[in-house]
């Protein structure tokens, strides 16, 4: 069970006249995370305040409080608790995920893991996906629907946990094919973007027709933030990246840039199979072009995006914030 004094926090009622800048919405998403995990029950505290020491780029809180700008220029104190939630949910697939990949290092820090044990670990993860839940389900009704706002974390979250076990089924598949690795990445990472999408844009004074441009433009940011980290899985440095890189290879997790590679180079699949080192198979990749192809779908993906927000209605401000986002996610 949440701890009730956290949930007296999520549900006391804000003005209703209070309405917030881009910016300062934000700055409060971040203060509620930090004030979730540092209040979290006596018994996962020490694990909630270790999390709490770094935070990621907030990239999914961002696309939804941009979402969320409504014509006046300013976003409701509900698209705050959305916000938040939304960056729970990726906090605690983050634990699972390290758990699953054995990771020992996550956002410059040492992996929950590691650092408490495995249970604990997923236990914990466990407690921020109930506590995302509790905080989305806080969000004032004169805002938003809430049954619309209820149903949307958890049905992308099934999505999520389908597109986690396709990647889980395919371990060391050398046969996984381009459209089979598109379907698990659209689960894995771009479900909970259209998540924030939906969410934001139902926090809006959007037309309801337009839904469908937002959370279409949310699969297509999920879809460049992916292919972008599997081409930096090859080609950044651990430093740069605060995780580890070539781990995909170490966990026989086959992305687009290999899937490539092996069709370019029918050698590549034999010398896999008899042993390659991490450093050996980075070359081949490059060699065949692995990196080029996939960073050319994110071309791809970007252009399709920038069409959607074009047809999209809206402020220039929300699109500018997109087009934003959509830079960061596709910076390789």
């Not at 597109?163 to 659209?186: A, D, P």
């Not at 844009?201 to 992916?226: H, W």
Request: charged content about 25%; aromatic content about 6%; proline content about 4%.
């Amino acid at each position: 069970m949440v701890n009730k004094s956290n949930l007296a926090l999520l549900n006391a009622p804000a003005p209703s006249t209070e309405r917030l800048e881009y910016d300062d919405a934000f700055r409060l998403t971040e203060q509620e995370i930090q004030k979730l995990l540092k209040t979290a029950p006596p018994l996962i505290r020490p694990q909630t305040s270790h999390l709490a020491q770094a935070s990621g780029k907030g990239i999914r809180a961002r696309a939804l409080l941009a979402c969320a700008l409504g014509r006046d220029g300013l976003v409701g104190p509900g698209a705050v608790k959305a916000a938040a939630a939304v960056e729970l949910l990726h906090l605690a697939t983050l634990i699972h995920d390290d758990v699953i990949d054995d990771a020992d290092l996550r956002r410059g820090i040492e992996t929950l893991h590691v650092k408490f044990g495995r249970k604990i670990a997923i236990l914990c993860g466990d407690y921020l996906f109930c506590l995302a839940f509790d905080l989305a389900s806080a969000i004032p009704p004169r805002e938003a629907d809430h049954n619309k706002i209820g149903s949307v974390l958890p049905s992308y979250f099934t999505e999520i946990c389908l597109g986690e076990i396709g990647e889980c089924s395919n371990t060391g598949n050398l046969e996984l094919t381009e459209r089979e690795y598109f379907k698990i990445i659209y689960g894995k990472t771009a479900a909970l973007f259209q998540a924030a999408f939906h969410a934001g844009f139902l926090l809006s004074d959007e037309p309801p027709a337009a839904a469908d441009i937002y959370v279409e433009t949310g699969k297509q940011l999920g879809l460049i933030f992916q292919l972008a980290d599997d081409c930096l899985d090859f080609i950044s440095s651990q430093g740069k990246a605060k995780k580890p890189v070539l781990a995909d290879c170490r966990h026989g997790v086959v992305t687009l840039p290999l899937i490539y590679a092996l069709q370019t180079d029918k050698t590549l699949r034999g010398k896999i199979k008899n042993g390659l080192s991490e450093q050996e198979l980075k070359a081949a990749v490059l060699a065949a072009g692995g990196i080029e192809y996939t960073k050319a779908k994110i071309r791809e993906h970007r252009l399709e995006a920038e069409r959607l927000l074009s047809i999209a209605p809206g402020s220039e401000e929300k699109k500018s914030r997109l087009r934003f986002l959509l830079d960061k996610a596709a910076a390789v």
